[in-house]
């Protein structure tokens, strides 16, 4: 299992547009940890979380890599 910082700041943000991956009309929904975002995105019912992204600044998690984060047993 890798290890992860959970510390590092992290943006929540909700895409806009048609379904795109590409960072195009985003809008900011909050900013935390990456562990507060990760388990404030897996308590939000699954319609709501469809169409939000973490940037942590070196990378993008979109909701299925965010809700595979949330099950693991080192998340704070």
Do not use: K
């Amino acid at each position: 299992m890798q290890d992860i910082d959970w510390s590092v700041p992290a943006t929540l943000i909700e895409r806009d547009d048609g379904g795109s991956d590409l960072h195009y009309d985003f809008r900011t929904i909050g900013t935390g940890s990456l562990g507060e975002l990760v388990r404030r995105v897996a308590a939000m019912p699954a319609n709501e979380r469809a169409r939000l992204v973490i940037d942590s600044g070196h990378t993008t998690l979109y909701v299925g890599e965010i809700m595979v984060l949330a099950q693991r047993s080192d998340l704070p």
